[in-house]
């Protein structure tokens, strides 16, 4: 097995060295409750950080599992992802995948696991992670993902050349997939020392079916890789909407 990629421990503060065994077996919940008690606290949050505006959260799914691949850009992703699909009344618990390391520390653990993040060991060839991905989904539950696998610091366009990891669960999930785009620059006003927040444009496209993704029961490396292209372009086609002045 790889060795396991490692970011942050010397950064994060009461770093734990002791290995942290997640509950994979857990019952899998809505958090609708929790949503709405921590709503005003997520809104605050990221409107005090950013100029957030949203499109398209018609197309999210009413019902049933589903993948909500999205590119990376900034560590309030996942809470703004979840933010919006409130806001708008469209609520679906979503679940996802953060960086074991964070998991080591209190004061990150314990958001991520009150709105449904889980440990994911980068670098290797995680089969518990990647299970419980294919069981959220299986079970009715939003699987959030970022198929990028890091994120990117320079807020550039999305590479459609991802991590083929999310074409894998998809397949082994049988999942749809709703791309969705996170376009994000600073305004003109950061760069001449007057602070300001920065734009940021979430953009949820149409849903992808599974049968589109081209994957059969038993996919060669090539078909994941069109698949997990297909993901991403469609991620790309969300972005290029928007041109941040």
């Not at 100029?51 to 999210?60: A, F, S, V």
């Not at 019902?63 to 590119?71: I, K, Y």
């Not at 996170?182 to 602070?195: D, Q, W």
């Not at 734009?199 to 997990?228: C, F, M, Q, V």
Request: with cysteine; charged share 30%; net charge positive.
């Amino acid at each position: 097995m790889a060795e396991q990629i490692i970011t942050n421990k010397d950064r994060l503060k009461f770093y734990n060295e002791k290995e942290y065994n997640y509950n994979w077996d857990k019952k899998l919940n809505e958090k609708f409750i929790t949503y709405r008690i921590f709503y005003p606290i997520a809104k605050a949050v990221v409107n005090f950080k950013f100029d957030i505006e949203w499109h398209g959260t018609e197309n999210l799914p009413k019902e049933g599992g589903f993948m909500m691949a999205v590119n990376h850009v900034a560590g309030l992703d996942p809470i703004s992802i979840m933010y919006i699909t409130y806001h708008d009344h469209n609520a679906r618990t979503l679940f996802f995948m953060a960086k074991e390391e964070f998991f080591h520390v209190f004061y990150t653990k314990l958001p991520l696991l009150l709105f449904g993040g889980f440990p994911v060991k980068r670098g290797t060839s995680d089969r518990k992670s990647l299970d419980f991905s294919i069981r959220v989904i299986k079970e009715g539950f939003g699987l959030l993902v970022f198929p990028e696998g890091t994120r990117n610091k320079e807020r550039t366009r999305p590479t459609t050349d991802a991590k083929a990891g999310v074409a894998l669960i998809a397949r082994e999930a049988k999942a749809d997939v709703l791309p969705v785009s996170i376009h994000i620059e600073p305004r003109k006003e950061h760069y001449n020392g007057k602070g300001g927040k920065a734009k940021y444009i979430i953009r949820i496209g149409k849903l992808i079916p599974y049968e589109d993704l081209g994957l059969g029961d038993k996919p060669k490396s090539k078909e994941l890789k069109a698949a997990t292209k297909l993901i991403m372009e469609k991620i790309c086609e969300e972005w290029d909407k928007d041109v941040i002045e």
